[in-house]
């Protein structure tokens, strides 16, 4: 067994033991970023004369070699290291020496994995922001071009008021607009350092921390060493905002699953993202839409999970926090693939725009329209009311849209209607008078879409430094 602390044992740990609390498994996942720490890390240490500039570059061109050799596939991350940390220093002790026995000079296992884990979340934020980004684009180009697709909006799941397609999908633009927002919230309130904290107490070596934060593109150093090691609240916030990306996916995908039934057929899903039954052939199954709304709860578990690990966690590191990896990488990449097929399929989607403005119809959506034109006409609101619920009870007993009665049958139930009023109930006029900012009409919806391109067309990660780049040359 690779360990890095077993001077103070006098027994070998029991097997299962060992096994319990080893997390190779897992946390080679960021081989890169510890790499990548202890590269800033070492070339601090040698610009502080702690190491000697010769040992300091070999110690450098050493892990380079290595992480070129693990990326590469020609060196394996053996599970016979503890973690992640382990391999690497046991690999390059093997390849240097005592001098390789210097890396760890001035830091300890516990600001170590808490900036591997922090660098490894602040690479997932961007990630998960680019495809936010990509989906929003899709989104855009729908709204785009059905500014005139009429279709009925709903409250209690009941046909309410005609909205359009572009106005619909306008609402999600709003949602996952604001988790972008909070992607380049949480990526600057958590670009800070912790690296240097020690193990809880800082270190008696005079590390310049400034210069090993500006070499990862942080924005400095941690301001305490006991919450440099033991703070996981950017994590919970990305597992949030997570959960909330995948609360919006569910949403969209509900609506979607029940749009693709027969009963409504407002869209025709593409055959790419769609599977039939084994027993009936003329099912279409909407699997995409039902597997995004089902991995939502696989993804409020790690955030619930980690919640609950951190909750009576006293300071300053514990191995509790070890419980901040296996499922919080499980929701990271859940959300990322949820993300990627539900654009995908939300790209090659048709829609049937004739079924939507015929579902409006007879749906009775126009309803709140016709009572505004008696109100116009002097007829009280509270009887207007009155007069367009008898009218909508007719009209279900005749299996009709209300645009489908004569004017003399709406003139036996009110004699104010004349015969502008099937312009005035027409889908069209309904949306299109509705101009305030935030409604479906046309012209509302088109200043809506410009704002929405002068957001999208500003990348808020354009400013960010391209620190990868100069830390491995």
């Known amino acids: 067994m690779a360990q890095?602390?077993?001077?103070?044992?006098?027994?070998?740990?029991?097997?299962?033991?060992?096994?319990?609390?080893?997390?190779?498994?897992?946390?080679?996942?960021?081989?890169?970023?510890?790499?990548?720490?202890?590269?800033?890390?070492?070339?601090?240490?040698?610009?502080?004369?702690?190491?000697?500039?010769?040992?300091?570059k070999e110690i450098v061109s050493a892990i380079k070699i290595i992480l070129q050799e693990v990326e590469e596939g020609k060196l394996e991350i053996s599970h016979e290291y503890e973690d992640i940390h382990s391999f690497v220093e046991a690999t390059l002790i093997d390849r240097l020496g005592d001098t390789g026995k210097k890396l760890h000079t001035g830091r300890s296992r516990n600001d170590q994995v808490a900036l591997d884990m922090r660098l490894f979340t602040r690479q997932e934020v961007l990630e998960t922001d680019k495809l936010l980004e990509e989906l929003l684009n899709v989104i855009l180009i729908i709204m785009e071009n059905n500014l005139d697709t009429y279709m009925p909006g709903f409250t209690h799941l009941q046909k309410a008021q005609p909205v359009t397609l572009a106005h619909h999908f306008g609402a999600y633009f709003e949602m996952f607009k604001r988790d972008r927002q909070r992607m380049e919230d949480i990526y600057h309130r958590m670009n800070y350092c912790p690296l240097g904290s020690g193990a809880l107490a800082g270190t008696t070596y005079n590390l310049d921390r400034y210069n090993t934060a500006s070499q990862m593109g942080f924005a400095g150093p941690t301001l305490n060493s006991m919450d440099g090691v033991s703070d996981r609240d950017y994590l919970i916030e990305f597992l949030s905002a997570l959960s909330t990306i995948m609360m919006h996916l569910s949403r969209i995908s509900e609506e979607i699953i029940i749009w693709n039934s027969n009963e409504y057929q407002f869209v025709e899903i593409d055959d790419a993202y769609s599977t039939g039954s084994s027993i009936m052939p003329q099912k279409k199954n909407p699997d995409i839409a039902e597997l995004v709304r089902g991995k939502t709860g696989r993804v409020y578990g790690a955030l619930i999970s980690l919640l609950t690990a951190m909750k009576g966690i006293p300071l300053a590191y514990n191995k509790d926090m070890q419980e901040d990896k296996e499922l919080p990488f499980d929701a990271?990449?859940?959300?990322?693939?949820?993300?990627?097929?539900?654009?995908?399929?939300?790209?090659?989607?048709?829609?049937?725009?004739?079924?939507?403005?015929?579902?409006?119809?007879?749906?009775?959506?126009?309803?709140?329209?016709?009572?505004?034109?008696?109100?116009?006409?002097?007829?009280?609101?509270?009887?207007?009311?009155?007069?367009?619920?008898?009218?909508?009870?007719?009209?279900?007993?005749?299996?009709?849209?209300?645009?489908?009665?004569?004017?003399?049958?709406?003139?036996?139930?009110?004699?104010?209607?004349?015969?502008?009023?099937?312009?005035?109930?027409?889908?069209?006029?309904?949306?299109?008078?509705?101009?305030?900012?935030?409604?479906?009409?046309?012209?509302?919806?088109?200043?809506?879409?410009?704002?929405?391109?002068?957001?999208?067309?500003?990348?808020?990660?354009?400013?960010?430094?391209?620190?990868?780049?100069?830390?491995?040359?």
């Open 4 to 56: 890095l602390w077993g001077g103070r044992f006098t027994k070998e740990t029991d097997q299962l033991v060992y096994q319990f609390n080893a997390s190779i498994s897992f946390d080679k996942r960021f081989y890169r970023q510890d790499m990548e720490g202890s590269i800033a890390h070492v070339k601090m240490l040698g610009k502080q004369g702690i190491l000697t500039e010769t040992e300091a």
């Open 332 to 473: 990271m990449d859940t959300v990322k693939s949820c993300l990627a097929l539900f654009t995908g399929m939300l790209s090659t989607m048709k829609f049937k725009k004739e079924q939507m403005e015929s579902s409006a119809k007879n749906g009775f959506t126009n309803a709140t329209d016709a009572a505004d034109y008696l109100v116009n006409h002097g007829v009280p609101f509270r009887d207007a009311h009155g007069i367009v619920g008898q009218i909508v009870l007719a009209c279900i007993e005749k299996k009709i849209a209300i645009d489908d009665m004569s004017l003399e049958e709406l003139q036996q139930i009110s004699p104010v209607f004349k015969e502008d009023i099937f312009k005035t109930i027409s889908m069209e006029t309904c949306v299109e008078k509705r101009l305030t900012i935030g409604a479906p009409g046309q012209e509302a919806m088109k200043n809506a879409i410009q704002l929405e391109k002068k957001y999208l067309s500003s990348d808020w990660k354009s400013s960010l430094p391209d620190w990868e780049t100069e830390l491995l040359k």
